[in-house]
């Protein structure tokens, strides 16, 4: 099946290659920063990039792409979102209301870059580049590292036209397919060994 809308929240590294700066806060071994591991497995840059998403998309389709302001800093997006088929156009940033981790200045943002392939448009004008959409967890606990916001999504289907599909999934979404380890999978994407 081929997308018209994919949303994306990658398992980015924690710790970065030669050509990324890591965050002073970060520890070794991957999945480690400060006291906490991540309840999920991290991947490389490189697997992130290798994903066949461009397959899932229609000519004309959009993208909602996650990512950390730290990685968006150099540049990690848009170049995945390339790699992916796609041309960033703009991006949304989540003023979250709660502290990320890390020191001096620590973050209270993430980025959702916004993207197109071929010329679909948008179906709102005016909708501002900053939200502040109140963070969301599976029964109010907390339990989610990484939880985005449902009012994002709201957005996004206000915005871009199905079929929708969110890749790294961790929930289901009536009328969206999803794809990632801790999802139902109905969404067909080859991952790279």
């Known amino acids: 099946m081929k997308y018209r809308t994919i949303v994306a929240d990658p ?3 924690v710790v970065g290659d030669a050509a990324v700066m890591v965050p002073p806060w970060c520890g070794k071994g991957g999945r480690r920063t400060r006291d906490t591991f991540f309840p999920y497995e991290t991947q490389c840059y490189e697997w992130i990039d290798s994903l066949p998403v ?3 998309a229609e000519a004309d389709a959009h993208l909602y792409l996650w990512v950390p302001a730290w990685l968006n800093r150099e540049g990690i997006g848009v170049r995945t979102v390339r790699a992916w088929g796609f041309e960033c156009v703009s991006e949304i940033v989540w003023a979250k209301p709660n502290f990320g981790l890390g020191k001096f200045p620590r973050p209270q943002h993430e980025i959702l870059l916004v993207c197109r392939r ?3 448009p948008f179906r709102l004008n005016d909708v501002g580049s900053v939200q502040r959409w109140r963070q969301t967890y599976e029964n109010g606990k907390g339990k989610w590292h990484s939880a985005k916001p449902e009012a ?3 957005l996004i289907e206000q915005a871009s036209p199905p079929p929708y599909v969110e890749l790294f999934s961790r929930r289901h979404r009536l009328f969206w397919d999803v794809w990632g380890n801790e999802s139902a999978n109905t969404a067909m994407l080859e991952a790279p060994a």
């Open 118 to 120: 071929g010329t679909l």
């Open 152 to 154: 994002a999504m709201d």
């Open 54 to 56: 461009a397959n899932l």
């Open 11 to 13: 398992p980015w590294p």
